[in-house]
């Protein structure tokens, strides 16, 4: 791969990811999404979330371990967040399952 098409590579990876966050921006409230697109997105934060999350709580050493600590403090942090308004309770939670389970496992 020479130079020329490394540098095309970038400007074509910058304007894919730089023109759909500029077309809301530049066409404003002239284009309206249709409203099952609009129902979707309203997912979309939360989905992101959980792809964040959850193979950090399945996978263990590389391989997904469904009985583990780090999968335990997360149905408890879950849990309490469900049953209490409290900020941090479900942070407080979740980390004292979390070390209990760990020196419980070893």
């Known amino acids: 791969m020479n130079d020329t098409s490394l540098w095309l ?3 074509l990876i910058g304007l894919a990811t730089t023109l759909p966050r500029a077309s809301f921006i530049v066409l404003g409230n ?3 999404l249709p409203p099952v697109l609009q ?4 997912y979309a934060p939360a ?3 959980a792809a964040i999350v959850a193979p950090d709580l399945l996978v263990v050493d590389g391989s997904v ?4 600590a780090k999968l335990g403090g997360g149905i408890a ?3 309490a967040a469900l ?3 409290n900020p941090w309770l ?5 980390m004292a399952v979390l070390l209990g389970l760990r020196q419980l496992g070893g």
């Open 90 to 94: 479900p942070f407080i939670v979740g």
């Open 65 to 68: 371990d469904v009985i583990n």
């Open 9 to 11: 590579i970038f400007v």
């Open 30 to 32: 002239r284009v309206q």
């Open 47 to 49: 989905a992101a979330l």
């Open 39 to 42: 129902r979707a997105l309203r």
């Open 77 to 79: 942090a879950v849990v």
């Open 83 to 85: 049953l209490s308004r």
